[in-house]
């Protein structure tokens, strides 16, 4: 099954936030019902957000060998067309709630009562979660070839190493002859779960003074400006989270014979030298996430505070693998000397 792509849900979002902002046009137009779910909704909503994590961990939970017996394939199968499902469904439910939004803030002058605004507004966001959920989901469902090739039906358990070569091609920024390592493919899950958690926390600070407005307790800024400044931390995000996948792919490694390259950038690129003999010591970080997922993050340590360097989204096994041989590489550089 062809796995989904952030932009393809964002294109769906906008047009079904055009298709919801024409017909909420009409039905105001013609003394209609505004065409919003009603708070019910939420429930199932919500139902379906859980019921999707809840299979997805525990088809990562088997894909990490933490479960012994094997896994129902078709129950596999139907995680991740549930996954799928609950991403599309978000997206849509985002996007025609996005434009009632839009056309309830037209009329925020002529309306005593707010109510169908903050519904859709609600109806969006939890539109959003379930786009989330079914794309980190759908993330859990993956077996990448570089991560498993045995399997727990087969009883052998390879450990993971990125062995792809990058798509890289920039001669000032990739020494000639050079093959790039590439980061394991879940750590795309990690850095959607973080964006998720920060856009959360931001919107949601920049969204305050357009409640205070509205509650009357506030009477400035005004109301186009207190709407505007969490619309534009929306759009940001929702770019941000569709270079996420592209951004996972340009980070990359190469070990050479006296230093580690680390390359990262889509539209800035850079690539850093980092000498063996420079090293002081190297150490392995593991988040709540990462842990899940079996990830870690290489971080380097030199003399010089500013050539410091880390290198996320490495199997736990690579990350080990990675700190006791540069380490000794940087004893033996050091010894030498």
């Not at 093959?179 to 969204?207: D, H, M």
Request: hydrophobic share 55%; aromatic share 8%; charged share 15%.
């Amino acid at each position: 099954m062809k796995a989904m792509r952030p932009l393809l849900l964002a294109i769906i979002a906008v047009v079904l936030a055009a298709i919801g902002w024409l017909t909420t046009v009409l039905t105001t137009r013609y003394s209609m019902a505004t065409p919003v779910l009603p708070p019910s909704a939420l429930i199932t909503m919500g139902f379906i957000a859980v019921l999707t994590l809840i299979m997805g961990i525990r088809v990562l939970r088997w894909r990490n060998g933490k479960k012994k017996t094997m896994l129902n394939p078709i129950l596999a199968a139907r995680t991740l067309i549930l996954a799928q499902a609950c991403a599309y469904a978000g997206a849509v439910l985002l996007g025609w709630h996005v434009g009632i939004v839009i056309e309830q803030l037209r009329l925020w002058s002529f309306r005593s009562d707010q109510g169908i605004l903050w519904l859709a507004l609600i109806m969006g966001g939890g539109g959003l979660i379930m786009a989330i959920v079914g794309l980190v989901v759908e993330r859990f469902c993956r077996i990448p070839p570089e991560d498993l090739e045995g399997g727990p039906a087969s009883g052998i358990h390879v450990v993971a190493r990125p062995r792809a070569k990058a798509n890289m091609h920039t001669a000032a920024i990739d020494p000639p002859g050079l093959q790039w390592l590439r980061v394991s493919r879940k750590y795309v899950t990690v850095r959607i779960v973080e964006w998720a958690i920060g856009n959360v926390i931001t919107i949601g600070l920049f969204s305050l003074p357009l409640l205070f407005v509205e509650l009357g307790w506030w009477k400035w800024p005004p109301l186009w400006l207190a709407v505007a400044v969490p619309a534009a931390f929306l759009l940001v995000g929702l770019w941000r989270l569709v270079l996420i996948p592209r951004q996972v792919r340009a980070i990359g490694y190469a070990e050479r014979d006296d230093d580690l390259l680390i390359r990262r950038g889509i539209f800035f690129q850079r690539t850093m030298v980092v000498p063996y003999g420079r090293m002081q010591y190297v150490d392995v970080a593991v988040g709540p996430v990462e842990r899940v997922l079996g990830l870690c993050t290489l971080k380097l340590h030199t003399a010089s505070a500013g050539t410091n360097a880390h290198l996320p989204g490495l199997p736990a096994a690579e990350g080990a693998r990675l700190r006791e041989q540069l380490s000794a590489r940087g004893e033996a550089r050091l010894a030498g000397l």
